[in-house]
């Protein structure tokens, strides 16, 4: 309900980008205005767009483009490359992908339950799609380090699943950000975790799960500066995304500063109150920042998100 400068000015923008979308049948129509938000808000471009649901991947490819040349944007080589790819998808493991993905904000053991049986389905429509394997991936890595799953079954998936998306496409951005995850937590490889995060912002430089977690293996090696940057350019890439929320809320713990961290927790939680990773950062951010009200509210919280989920 919000205008187009209200919306540019939350999220730190001068433009905004419009849609419409609309399905007929096999077919998606799709319109999109490209908006200028100060000093008033005007209409600058606008086009229609109808594809096959199969061909959707390219319909973004395409819209993607044209926006970059209506605002004079210069893409890289390597996003030239990518935009200018054919790719089909089956409709309905990409709409199987996309409820995986809706899951994955609040990492508690029934939503990533949930997110695994919906890849799985649309692995079973589309076998040959490459970043359902990555997305498995992810949810295997996450099921093990939050205790769903013993580390002995979950990591073997991981590889296994990785293996499988680079051999189908090795240009994956999501099995790259993995690998980095895998070399940095599970085989405490620093080398090959930041050459597997450089190799996924080559391919995308907005993934901002990449340039969050690149950012904390910096402050490990020490090099707080970079770290900075890094987290700073992902949370503004997707300031309200609440898994970016919450590991940006770690990142300015790493930065000791916990009242921002609490803040910035505080209106995560306000929107999404049963966000266990919220509340797990919160924890700590209160602890160092000595507010032990805090921590014991958000303990007792954490508590009860963990019996919900184990009584399903």
């Given at each position: 309900?919000?205008?187009?400068?209200?919306?540019?000015?939350?999220?730190?923008?001068?433009?905004?980008?419009?849609?419409?979308?609309?399905?007929?049948?096999?077919?998606?129509?799709?319109?999109?205005?490209l908006?200028?938000?100060?000093?008033?808000?005007?209409?600058l471009?606008?086009q229609d767009?109808v594809e096959?649901?199969?061909?959707?991947?390219?319909?973004?490819?395409?819209?993607?483009?044209?926006?970059?040349?209506?605002?004079?944007?210069?893409?890289?080589?390597?996003?030239a490359?990518?935009?200018?790819?054919?790719?089909?998808?089956?409709?309905?493991?990409?709409?199987?992908?996309?409820?995986?993905?809706?899951?994955?904000?609040d990492l508690?053991?029934?939503?990533?339950?949930?997110a695994?049986?919906?890849?799985n389905?649309?692995?079973?429509?589309?076998?040959?799609?490459?970043?359902?394997?990555?997305?498995?991936?992810?949810v295997?890595?996450?099921m093990g380090?939050?205790?769903?799953?013993?580390?002995?079954?979950?990591?073997?998936?991981?590889?296994?699943n990785?293996?499988?998306?680079?051999?189908?496409?090795?240009?994956?951005?999501d099995?790259?950000?993995?690998?980095?995850v895998?070399?940095?937590?599970?085989?405490?490889?620093w080398?090959?975790?930041?050459?597997?995060?450089l190799?996924?912002?080559?391919?995308?430089?907005?993934h901002?799960?990449?340039?969050?977690h690149?950012?904390?293996l910096?402050?490990?090696?020490?090099?707080?500066?970079?770290?900075?940057?890094?987290?700073?350019?992902?949370?503004?890439?997707?300031?309200k995304?609440?898994?970016?929320?919450?590991?940006?809320?770690?990142t300015?713990?790493c930065?000791?500063?916990?009242?921002?961290?609490?803040?910035?927790?505080?209106?995560?939680?306000?929107?999404?109150?049963?966000?266990?990773?919220?509340?797990?950062?919160?924890?700590?951010?209160?602890?160092?920042?000595?507010?032990?009200?805090?921590?014991f509210?958000?303990e007792?919280?954490?508590?009860?998100?963990?019996?919900?989920?184990?009584n399903?």
């Amino acid at each position: 309900d919000k205008s187009i400068p209200e919306i540019a000015s939350e999220l730190g923008v001068d433009k905004v980008i419009e849609a419409s979308i609309l399905g007929l049948g096999e077919k998606i129509s799709l319109q999109v205005k490209l908006m200028d938000a100060y000093p008033e808000e005007q209409q600058l471009w606008m086009q229609d767009y109808v594809e096959d649901k199969s061909r959707i991947l390219n319909l973004y490819n395409t819209v993607t483009k044209e926006i970059s040349e209506e605002i004079n944007v210069l893409l890289t080589p390597k996003e030239a490359q990518r935009l200018a790819q054919s790719k089909t998808v089956d409709r309905k493991a990409y709409e199987e992908y996309l409820k995986g993905y809706s899951y994955l904000d609040d990492l508690n053991h029934e939503s990533l339950k949930k997110a695994k049986d919906y890849f799985n389905k649309a692995i079973k429509k589309d076998p040959d799609w490459a970043p359902l394997y990555a997305a498995l991936a992810g949810v295997w890595i996450s099921m093990g380090s939050m205790g769903a799953e013993s580390p002995e079954t979950a990591v073997p998936k991981v590889y296994e699943n990785l293996e499988k998306a680079l051999t189908l496409d090795p240009d994956v951005e999501d099995a790259h950000y993995i690998k980095a995850v895998m070399a940095w937590m599970a085989e405490w490889n620093w080398e090959n975790a930041e050459s597997e995060f450089l190799k996924s912002i080559a391919v995308n430089p907005n993934h901002v799960f990449t340039r969050i977690h690149y950012a904390h293996l910096l402050y490990i090696l020490q090099r707080p500066k970079e770290a900075k940057i890094q987290a700073e350019l992902a949370y503004k890439l997707d300031p309200k995304n609440p898994l970016i929320q919450s590991t940006y809320g770690l990142t300015l713990c790493c930065e000791y500063n916990y009242d921002a961290a609490v803040h910035l927790l505080d209106n995560l939680l306000a929107s999404d109150p049963d966000n266990f990773l919220g509340h797990s950062v919160m924890e700590m951010a209160a602890f160092h920042g000595g507010n032990i009200d805090r921590v014991f509210e958000a303990e007792k919280r954490l508590i009860l998100l963990g019996e919900e989920a184990m009584n399903g």
